[in-house]
């Protein structure tokens, strides 16, 4: 059990450094600059992670029908893009990205034009590269797979720590601007990030899209009023 779950966490991590890769050279190519994309302080994106997983596991055993396998790539994605954009900004209490101006979006937080690049990539890894990664795990012998799967993990714990104490720092930092309009509070959050250090001023370029919830600030408004 703990060899199954040590090899399929390296999956995710080869996924999620892939997804991070793509990332990069995707807005490298539109915006001709080098942009740290990504949630985590490391090169990993862990959306493109999980999804490469939960297609693995729910279509990977399926695979005649590529068509299928297609459409369901469309489905196991879209949907995880929607449920962590929602539980990020109820968590963080901000928009990180936001499709409203895409033609054919649901709530700004996914849109056609990233639902067929999705069952592209859905095949490409049910066909190719999860094959492909497997034999890169499966070429460590025992002994160095656990020993390469303990360091990564504690390495990704410690990140995600330090990651999840910035995001709340600038949590902390919106709440503390909620007055006046949302796009005044948003262009205060951002100077107080990029008067930061490092590891706050990648969240700039990382989530160009950011925007404080408006719905949040009425209802802390209405808070705040009701206490006085």
């Given at each position: 059990?703990?060899e ?12 999620a450094?892939?997804?991070w890769?793509?990332?990069e ?9 080098i942009?740290?994309?990504?949630f ?6 862990p ?10 596991f ?6 005649e ?6 459409l ?8 995880l ?11 963080f209490?901000a ?15 996914i849109?056609?034009d990233?639902?067929?690049?999705f ?16 034999s890169?795990?499966?070429v ?5 797979f ?10 990704f ?5 330090i ?32 008067n930061?250090?490092a590891?706050?001023r990648?969240?700039?370029?990382a989530?160009p899209?950011?925007?404080i919830?408006e ?7 209405k808070?705040k009023?009701?206490?006085?």
């Amino acid at each position: 059990m703990i060899e199954v779950i040590a090899r399929y966490f390296l999956y995710f991590i080869i996924y999620a450094f892939m997804g991070w890769l793509l990332e990069e050279i995707w807005h490298f190519i539109k915006l001709r600059k080098i942009v740290d994309r990504g949630f985590l302080i490391g090169p990993l994106c862990p959306i493109y992670g999980w999804g490469c997983i939960l297609i693995i596991f729910l279509i990977g055993r399926n695979t005649e029908d590529v068509l299928a396998v297609f459409l369901k790539a469309i489905v196991v994605c879209s949907v995880l893009e929607y449920l962590t954009s929602y539980i990020m900004e109820k968590l963080f209490h901000a928009r990180w990205w936001d499709y409203s101006n895409s033609r054919f979006n649901l709530n700004g937080r996914i849109c056609l034009d990233t639902m067929i690049p999705f069952g592209i990539l859905g095949c490409f890894v049910v066909y190719v590269l999860h094959p492909f990664v497997m034999s890169i795990v499966n070429v460590l012998s025992m002994p160095w797979f656990y020993i390469v799967a303990g360091i990564v993990f504690l390495i990704f714990i410690v990140d995600n720590i330090i990651s999840l104490k910035v995001m709340f720092n600038i949590k902390g930092q919106i709440h503390l601007e909620l007055k006046d309009s949302t796009e005044q509070m948003n262009e205060r959050v951002r100077e107080w990030i990029k008067n930061k250090s490092a590891i706050y001023r990648r969240i700039n370029g990382a989530y160009p899209n950011f925007r404080i919830n408006e719905y949040l600030k009425e209802r802390i408004n209405k808070y705040k009023n009701k206490t006085k």
